[in-house]
């Protein structure tokens, strides 16, 4: 069963305003970690923010934060102030139980395009 | 600060014909360290991680194999590709921390 699921396969943006790309998650263990990830067309990951299954705040870095409902299973990315260089492919993450040996399980994607 | 190295690049193989590429990471110790393949539009799929020399964890059994013959080093090897072994490889490493950084990646083509 998919683990991960990301409904939006891609999206356009203006410069300068925000995006919420959507990620929706299944688990029943009550510890486990949610990550995003950005890929540009180099293919290289690029680690955008982590949230804690137990972390009581949203977490935020620069531009990007994570809205984490927990009783929804969402952990939404936010753009903010969406710059030409955000195009790129954003993939949402999960790690189950304490670690696991953080083995992380993907979504799909989803392709954002900003425009000029 | 550490880095992680993958090579090569590019490959294009033929069917049958054996395959091998490494991974290496710079700057940590006693990583744990991971092999993902990426099909074209698709998510990461994870093919084997270790948390030390000689400990290697299959996630899919398949056509490839995983060393690792030194701390820092991780190597995917297949004795006969196949066609469905064409993707892009990722290399990964964490330690401290929960995320994983990931190499600049391997595409390679089977044809």
């Known amino acids: 069963a998919q683990k991960i699921t990301q409904t939006q396969p891609g999206m356009f943006v203006q410069e300068k305003e925000a995006v919420t790309l959507d990620c929706t998650y299944d688990?029943?263990?009550?510890?486990?970690?949610l990550f995003w990830y950005k890929q540009p067309s180099s293919g290289e990951m690029i680690f955008l923010i982590y949230?804690?299954?137990?972390?009581?705040q949203n977490a935020t870095e620069g531009r990007y934060s994570l809205n984490f409902q927990k009783a929804r299973k969402s952990a939404n990315l936010v753009i903010s102030a969406s710059q030409l260089g955000d195009s790129a492919m954003y993939f949402c993450?999960?790690?189950?139980?304490?670690?696991?040996?953080?083995?992380?399980?993907f979504g799909a994607g989803t392709q954002v395009v900003v425009t000029p | 600060s550490q880095t992680i190295h993958q090579w090569p690049a590019t490959l294009v193989q033929p069917v049958g014909s054996p395959l091998s590429l490494e991974c290496t990471v710079e700057?940590?110790?006693?990583?744990?360290l991971y092999w993902y393949r990426q099909a074209a539009g698709r998510g990461l799929q994870l093919l084997f991680y270790s948390v030390g020399i000689g400990q290697i964890s299959s996630e899919v059994p398949q056509n490839l194999s995983a060393s690792r013959p030194q701390d820092r080093q991780f190597i995917l090897s297949s004795k006969k590709l196949l066609l469905s072994d064409s993707g892009f490889y990722l290399c990964a490493w964490k330690r401290d921390t929960y995320e994983q950084y990931f190499g600049p990646g391997t595409r390679l083509t089977v044809t």
């Open positions: 700057g940590t110790s006693n990583p744990n």
């Open positions: 993450a999960m790690r189950e139980g304490p670690d696991s040996w953080g083995k992380l399980q």
């Open positions: 688990t029943s263990d009550p510890s486990y970690g």
């Open positions: 949230q804690g299954s137990y972390d009581q």
